[in-house]
Nanobody, 125 residues
Framework: QVQLVESGGGLVQAGDSLRLSCAASGRAFSTARMGWFRQAPGKEREFVATISWSSGVTYYADSVKGRFTISKDNAKNTMYLQMNSLKPDDTAIYYC??????????????????WGQGTQVTVSS
């Protein structure tokens, strides 16, 4: 079982930046990929970005491409999401996700087996 703890959310103004962190811990776990999803009030949880733990290959939702950067520190079992040029539409609870399955998809919530508790990001106009 993997435990995921997010941090770094907050209230910012449009155009500002934030960096989210997600630390993974547990006994004898392996990581194929990790990702970020977000859920705004009244909406479904949506894919934001993902990173392969071995290759570092990344994928982004079109809505955040060019503004957000996902990265990782394998030694610390930690993933990051640098969010720049934030917009009010980015307001949501951001969730960290973990998968130990190689060769599966990454855009659906069902592709990930473990989730963090979420961290609130609020962007004011």
């Amino acid at each position: 079982q993997v435990q995921l703890v997010e941090s770094g959310g907050g209230l910012v103004q449009a155009g500002d930046s934030l960096r989210l962190s997600c630390a993974a811990s547990g006994r004898a776990f392996s990581t194929a990929r990790m990702g970020w999803f977000r859920q705004a009030p009244g909406k479904e949880r949506e894919f934001v970005a993902t990173i392969s733990w071995s290759s570092g290959v990344t994928y982004y939702a079109d809505s955040v491409k060019g503004r957000f950067t996902i990265s990782k520190d394998n030694a610390k079992n930690t993933m990051y999401l640098q969010m720049n040029s934030l917009k009010p539409d980015d307001t949501a609870i951001y969730y960290c996700a973990h998968s130990n399955r190689i060769g599966y998809g990454f855009r659906a919530t069902a592709d990930f087996g473990s989730w963090g508790q979420g961290t609130q990001v609020t962007v004011s106009s």
